[in-house]
T-cell receptor
C-alpha cells in the first residue's frame, strides 16, 4: 500500500508556465517534506511543513500543508529550465522514539526552453 | 565538509556474489539510513541506525545486513546478490533531534546491477 500518492507522475511544460504537483494520503503525518532530485544525484531537501494549513515560500516555489495534515502541494510560478528534476514528498510519522519517513513515488518535471 | 559520501559510484555483480556498499558522513549525525530507489517505487527504507551500535530494520531489509561501529560509517552488506537487488542505493544522515522536522542529507548514490 502506497501511503503517499503523488500526481502527476510526469509533467512536461514550457519555460514561464505555472504548475502544481500534489502529494495525497489517507494518513495523518507529523510533518511533510519536499525534496528535489537531479539525475545522478541524491535528493536535496527543499522544505519541511509541520502545521496544518501552513504555507511556505521558497522564491518561486510555494508549499502548502493541508489543514488535516494528510496532503500537500507544491506550486511553481514561472518555471525555469533549472527547475527540471524529480520532486519527492515524504511524510514523517512517529515510530516509537523515532520518526520514520515514507516517500511518495515522485513527480518528474521537465521544463523545456 | 564532504557531507555524505558513498562508494562505489557504480557496481556490477553476478548473482550470488557478496559486497559492501560504503557510506560515511562527517557531520557528526547520529541518525543514518539506507534507501533503495527503483523506477516507479520511490525511495524505500532498508535499514537505519540511531547511533553507534544500534541498528534496526526498515521496510525492505531482506538480503541486507548493516552494522554501525562508529558514528561516521554505516556500511550496507549484500550477502548473496540477486537480480531483484538491482537498484540505486542512497545513504542518508541527520541529527537525531528535531523529531518530525529532522532534515536528512543524502549521498550521491551507488548504482548496482546484479546479473
Amino acid at each position: 500500500t502506497q501511503l503517499l500518492e503523488q500526481s502527476p507522475q510526469f509533467l512536461s511544460i514550457q519555460e514561464g508556465e505555472n504548475l502544481t504537483v500534489y502529494c495525497n494520503s489517507s494518513s495523518v503525518f507529523s510533518s511533510l517534506q519536499w525534496y528535489r532530485q537531479e539525475p545522478g544525484e541524491g535528493p536535496v531537501l527543499l522544505v519541511t511543513v509541520v502545521t496544518g494549513g501552513e504555507v511556505k515560500k521558497l522564491k518561486r516555489l510555494t508549499f502548502q500543508f493541508g489543514d488535516a495534515r494528510k496532503d500537500s502541494s507544491l506550486h511553481i510560478t514561472a518555471a525555469q529550465t533549472g527547475d527540471t528534476g524529480l520532486y519527492l514528498c515524504a511524510g514523517a510519522r512517529s515510530g516509537g522514539s523515532n520518526y520514520k519517513l515514507t516517500f511518495g513515488k515522485g513527480t518528474l518535471l521537465t521544463v523545456n526552453p | 565538509n564532504a557531507g555524505v559520501t558513498q562508494t562505489p559510484k557504480f557496481q556490477v555483480l553476478k548473482t550470488g556474489q557478496s559486497m559492501t556498499l560504503q557510506c560515511a558522513q562527517d557531520m557528526n549525525h547520529e541518525y543514518m539510513s539506507w534507501y533503495r530507489q527503483d523506477p516507479g517505487m520511490g525511495l524505500r527504507l532498508i535499514h537505519y541506525s540511531v547511533g553507534a551500535g544500534i541498528t534496526d530494520q526498515g521496510e525492505v531489509p531482506n538480503g541486507y545486513n548493516v552494522s554501525r561501529s562508529t558514528t561516521e560509517d554505516f556500511p550496507l552488506r549484500l550477502l548473496s546478490a540477486a537480480p531483484s537487488q538491482t537498484s540505486v542505493y542512497f545513504c542518508a544522515s541527520s541529527y537525531s533531534g528535531g523529531g518530525a522536522t529532522r532534515s536528512q542529507f543524502f549521498g550521491p548514490g551507488t548504482r548496482l546491477t546484479v546479473l
